[in-house]
């Protein structure tokens, strides 16, 4: 099996952006990490989103962005895993390069949501829960959020205002990312005073609706340096599922598939929690900041609020996570979230982050589909 | 990298199952392909589907089967590429396998079309099409196939009756397969009279809308005797593109990506089209069987309604096609027709094609998204 290496990376800034389509915003991501990889062809293309044909009424998405990118005639496949579907186009990106079945792969997340109405989006974000036993009931994606950080403030006697930390943070990192959505800090007592969405869940918990395209190609890591100076090793892939239904799984605080997917990255790692030098979570609510911190081991159950509310997250702490902004500062386009991840996490690596540099040999992105059925851990090391 | 058999296959019939759900049908077809290949468990379940958004309100849908087939928590993504989404997830299990990895795969095809209006469905197939230039004009996928079927007539002076011979034996060959949908010889006569549906394609022309699923249970080739006295060698797999709007290409009745992945397949398998002992392609249309034929080989070109016309195409001809029922006959529940198709060769391969077996060492699938911009070709081999 070859070792792969990540050679280019490439992002749109996440927005709103009504002037371009899913195809636009795909493009401009994979012809960007093309150019910084400096290289105009690869052999395939593999493309994580999750919701193209419900929002943009286009299938089909991986063979259109190849065709528009001009990357003629590739191989060209689309993943899909939920809010996972961009680590779970790694995923596949990885194991092309790692079987020496492809040399030079391009894996673009992309996500166009803002075109329709957001009552739409929220019934299409739905689809990743389960279709006949959680949503005919009524379920959307925040009220099951809502019932997670409910239990977990019951369970640990924790008031809503512990978790205040994680949006702070986010929006501070986001700050000195240019390609954030957000460049507004927030303070604690905006966050604690934020209009509720589905109580105890409010509009400062959660991450936004928004569009977004980001990329990276990879190659054997045995020709990483005749493309890039830089190149970033993938140390670790992994992916876990769980219960879908969150009503199936008999401790619904635990995400056990992220403990899962933490452990067998940390095995084919050969490091622990206390070697990653910074942890891109899936904040996408507040409550999953803290459950994924708890599962990947930087915190005991209970505790993961606490490396918030003690400053242990930020850019100086024991585990700085969401260092660009995160799902919340910097965006949430579902499928294109676990792309920017890596592509930030080789940013830091490549000591590109600039006011937000980490000292940062290793740095982990895990990325979560649904409500933690589906979750991809990967750990990246920058080659020295 | 490591060499991949397929060591178990199952298969739900192809009908209208008012009475099962898209995970009813995918948990059906996965647990029939670990018994088959005499297994309980897996590494993890690579599922091509394309609509399951659109028609059943579900993503996430991989990890969804991978629950309800009790796979506890494996490896689970989707993976899309149109009608071609099930010979797409074939390619991921295979590089999976290839790569080192994953030993043990499930891959599965599943599409539940028939619980929406056909108009809801014709319209969420025409996904595959480019959503801003094709059916923003009003395309449909069935008018697409009647452009290049009108094309092809005027440039190779043929009628609508030279197609007839591939919708007949399609028919013919579906009789005796008990998964098949349709159990209902036609005629010549029949096919020549057929209700138009977008002239000339009519309704004996094209493949029903339809619910199935199928699976095949992969490992490393050094393995596979210790599940099965039959593996079947997966020679070949190589994915293609085209340009995705029809009006982008410079020769319209040239599948381009059919042509471009067979070549692939041809050389990696050291084989050429004369070697072929026969041939599941993709008649989803019947001018997609004639185009087909051409691009991979078989035929020159404006010569593949020929094959038809002179028997060619038949179980006792020189290149049997549809040799369970193709599209025409054993249906087209289009994200689970890629592995249909493989499910089928391996059938052949086994020497349990009953009474439609064909003398065959080496067999061939080639999986179509949208009127040809992916192409995804398998060839397999029996292990003597």
Known sequence: MRQVSIIGIGQTRVNE?????????????VLAALRDAGTDSVDALYLGNMLSGELSGQEHTAALIADHAGLGGVEALKVEAACAAGAAALRVGYMAVASGVIDLAVVCGVEKMTDRLSEEVTAALAFAADAEYEVAQGISFVSLNALLMRRYMHEYGVERSAFANFAVNAHRNAMNNPYA?????ITE?????SRMIAEPVGLLDSAPICDGAAAVVLCPRSEAREFNERPVHILASAVATDRLA????SDPLFL?????SAQKAYEQ????????DLFELHDAFTIMSALSLEAAGFAARGQGVRLAQEGEIALQGGIPICTMGGLKGRGH????????QIVEVVQQLRGEAGENQVDCRLGMAQNIGGSGATVITHILEALS
Chains 1, 2 share one sequence.
């Open 333 to 340: 386009p579902v499928g294109a979230t676990g792309i920017y």
């Open 269 to 276: 790692a050969r490091v622990g929690p206390g070697d990653i």
């Open 246 to 249: 969150v009503h199936d799984r």
């Open 17 to 29: 952006h009504w002037e371009k389509s899913i195809r636009d915003l795909g493009v401009e991501a």
């Open 256 to 260: 056990r598939a992220a403990y899962e």
């Open 189 to 193: 007592e905006a966050f604690n005073k």
């Open 181 to 185: 959505m957000f460049h507004m800090p």
